[in-house]
């Protein structure tokens, strides 16, 4: 997808993704428990590691996702997120 994927230049991209990510989650096309891999959105994305990284704070910070020491990140169950900001 990072061919069709086109980036606003007024924003962060890491905002962008996590915003895209945010989408995914509230529309169901990844549940609770789904897997958030880094090396996927840099791959999907076209972006850095550290984009990524960015990306998966701000959907942490939002409380969508959560992350295992060791394990990664995962997509948190809705009750935690449901009164989140969309």
Known sequence: MADEWQFDPTSPKSAQIAIEIERRIRAGEYPAKHPIYEVRLVQEF?????????ATVILRDRGLIFTVRG????????RAWAESPE
């Open 46 to 54: 076209g972006v850095a590691r550290d984009t990524a990284r960015k």
């Open 71 to 78: 394990m990664g990140s995962f997509v948190a169950d809705p």
